[in-house]
C-alpha cells in the first residue's frame, strides 16, 4: 500500500498528475485545490496517498495535506459518494470549509462541487454533521458545532445571513465568537464579536 510519492511532476492532465520517482511514473488523481498548490512541470512534489484496488483496477488519489486525505476518507464513506465526487467536494471547498458546510448543515455550500445535487448533500450533512471534527486540527471542534447551531448562537447565524453573509461564513463567525467569549454569551455580544471577525476577515482579504 502506498502512503506518500514523492518526485517530481512529470505532467499534469486534467484532475490527473503523473509524478516520477526515481523513473517509474505514477498516476495520481488529485482536486484541483491540491492541483493549485502544486508547482509546474518538473518541480518537486511530495503527496499523500490513498490507494484503491479494485479487480480491475488500482487508483492512487493524491492530497497535499493529511486534512484533506482524512476529508476524502470520510466523504467515501457515505453511500453515493465516490472518489470522483469527493475529489470534486474538496476542490470546491477546504477541508475547513467543508467542515463548516457539513455543521451548518449548509446543503447549497456542497452542491458548489460537480456531481453533487441537494438530495446528495442532504446526505453528506445528515451522516456527516457528528463526523466534522476528525477533518483536522482547522475543522470545529464539537463543543462549537453544538453551540451554533440552536439558540442564541443560531440566531446569531440567522441575523447574519440576513445581513448577505452566506450561512457557512456565518456559522464559521459565530462559532469563533461563541469559543472566544463563551456559550452563555449574550446575543448582542456574540453578534457583535462575530461581526467583528468577518470585519478582519474581509479587510485582510
Same mark, same amino acid.
Given at each position: !500500500?502506498?502512503?506518500?510519492?514523492?518526485?517530481?511532476?512529470?505532467?499534469?492532465?486534467?484532475?490527473?498528475?503523473?509524478?516520477?520517482? #526515481?523513473?517509474?511514473?505514477?498516476?495520481?488523481?488529485?482536486?484541483?485545490?491540491?492541483?493549485?498548490? !502544486?508547482?509546474?512541470?518538473?518541480?518537486?512534489?511530495?503527496?499523500?496517498?490513498?490507494?484503491?484496488?479494485?479487480?480491475?483496477?488500482?487508483?492512487?488519489?493524491? *492530497?497535499?495535506?493529511?486534512?484533506?486525505?482524512d476529508a476524502f476518507r470520510l466523504l467515501t464513506t457515505?453511500?453515493?459518494?465516490?472518489? %470522483?465526487?469527493? #475529489?470534486?467536494?474538496?476542490?470546491?471547498?477546504? $477541508?475547513? #470549509?467543508?467542515?463548516?458546510?457539513?455543521?451548518?448543515?449548509?446543503?447549497?455550500?456542497?452542491?458548489?462541487?460537480?456531481?453533487?445535487? $441537494? /438530495?446528495?448533500?442532504?446526505?453528506?450533512?445528515?451522516?456527516? /454533521?457528528? /463526523?466534522?471534527?476528525? *477533518?483536522?486540527a482547522s475543522a470545529l471542534p464539537s463543543s462549537s458545532?453544538?453551540?451554533?447551531?440552536?439558540?442564541?448562537?443560531?440566531?446569531?447565524?440567522?441575523?447574519?445571513?440576513?445581513?448577505?453573509?452566506?450561512?457557512?461564513?456565518? *456559522?464559521?463567525?459565530?462559532?469563533?465568537?461563541? #469559543? %472566544?467569549?463563551? $456559550?452563555?454569551?449574550? *446575543?448582542?455580544?456574540?453578534?457583535?464579536?462575530?461581526?467583528?471577525?468577518?470585519?478582519? /476577515?474581509?479587510?485582510?482579504?
Open positions: !500500500m502506498i502512503g506518500k510519492l514523492t518526485g517530481r511532476i512529470d505532467s499534469i492532465d486534467g484532475h490527473h498528475l503523473i509524478l516520477d520517482v #526515481q523513473g517509474v511514473g505514477y498516476v495520481v488523481a488529485a482536486s484541483a485545490r491540491t492541483l493549485r498548490q !502544486m508547482g509546474g512541470v518538473g518541480e518537486a512534489a511530495a503527496l499523500l496517498i490513498e490507494t484503491q484496488v479494485r479487480e480491475d483496477a488500482i487508483s492512487l488519489y493524491g *492530497f497535499i495535506d493529511a486534512a484533506e486525505r457515505v453511500q453515493g459518494v465516490g472518489a %470522483k465526487v469527493a #475529489q470534486a467536494l474538496l476542490g470546491a471547498l477546504s $477541508p475547513e #470549509q467543508l467542515s463548516h458546510a457539513i455543521a451548518a448543515q449548509d446543503k447549497t455550500a456542497l452542491t458548489q462541487a460537480d456531481g453533487v445535487g $441537494p /438530495k446528495l448533500a442532504l446526505r453528506i450533512v445528515t451522516e456527516l /454533521k457528528d /463526523k466534522v471534527a476528525v *477533518f483536522g458545532t453544538a453551540s451554533a447551531s440552536g439558540g442564541v448562537s443560531g440566531d446569531a447565524v440567522s441575523a447574519l445571513v440576513n445581513l448577505g453573509y452566506r450561512r457557512i461564513e456565518a *456559522f464559521a463567525a459565530v462559532s469563533a465568537a461563541a #469559543q %472566544k467569549i463563551g $456559550p452563555a454569551a449574550h *446575543f448582542d455580544a456574540l453578534l457583535r464579536a462575530s461581526l467583528a471577525g468577518l470585519s478582519r /476577515k474581509d479587510n485582510a482579504v
